[in-house]
């Protein structure tokens, strides 16, 4: 079955205490990304990566970092978690497909289910 | 700036009551239009992509519609299993920028 499984799904943390969520995909995905998700803010873009060991900033890079060693892996860490970083947050990947008039399509993603994360 | 508006905020239909949502946007140059569907505690999930105004796509009681300026979901005699929050997303093809610009949804009821 394709799927994108993040972990933990659930987290209570205190502020400092260093934290990593993981993400992996099962579909040979180049494209995968960090979102959160958050009332009255929408979806925001963390970090994106096109592929292994190429990685960028999205909108909300401030106060996380990511590593894509692998393909199928892509994981987010908190090195030192703040109580602004409580949130929803969400891992997606995607081919990167071609559309008609030639540019790249990463808009196709593939969600995991979520991780709830509160930091005291 | 590139912007994304959605609308209603929420709706509330009966069973069988047809309906549409709205996405209006403003971007450079659209890439895409995208629509997703987001049930409550789980992440959003890929409906359709649209590409150029006048394309059109369907699914069971959903279709999707395009202009230049705006998109529309069309609900057909909805059921209560179709509530969920719907996303609007669009991504702009000016320079090498491939993220996507996000609505904040449209939460849908649909009472049996």
């Known amino acids: 079955e394709a799927q994108v499984t993040q972990n933990p799904r659930y987290l209570i943390t205190v502020t400092g205490k260093k934290l990593t969520v993981t993400c992996s995909q099962n579909m040979n995905h180049e494209y995968m990304s960090w979102y959160r998700q958050d009332p009255g803010l929408g979806l925001r873009q963390i970090y994106y990566?096109?592929?292994?060991?190429?990685?960028d900033k999205g909108d909300v890079p401030e106060g996380y970092k990511v590593s894509r060693k692998e393909k199928r892996n892509f994981p987010l860490i908190l090195e030192s978690p703040s109580p602004n970083q409580t949130s929803l947050y969400f891992c997606?990947?995607?081919?990167?497909?071609?559309?008609?008039?030639?540019?790249?399509?990463?808009?196709?993603?593939?969600f995991g289910e979520g991780s709830r994360l509160t930091v005291l | 700036e590139d912007q994304v508006t959605q609308s209603p905020e929420a709706l509330r239909l009966q069973e069988g009551e047809s309906s549409s949502l709205n996405c209006s946007y403003t971007v450079s140059g659209l890439r895409g239009l995208f629509w997703y569907r987001q049930d409550p505690g789980k992440g959003p999930e890929f409906l359709f992509t649209l590409y150029s105004a006048g394309e059109e796509k369907e699914k069971e009681r959903l279709k999707a519609t395009l202009t230049k300026k705006e998109s529309f979901l069309h609900i057909t005699a909805p059921k209560p299993e179709d509530s969920a929050t719907y996303l609007c997303a669009v991504q702009d093809n000016a320079g090498n920028n491939r993220k996507l610009i996000w609505g904040l949804g449209t939460s849908l009821a649909v009472n049996p």
């Open positions: 990566s096109m592929n292994v060991e190429v990685t």
């Open positions: 997606a990947s995607s081919r990167l497909g071609r559309t008609s008039g030639g540019g790249i399509n990463t808009g196709e993603l593939f």
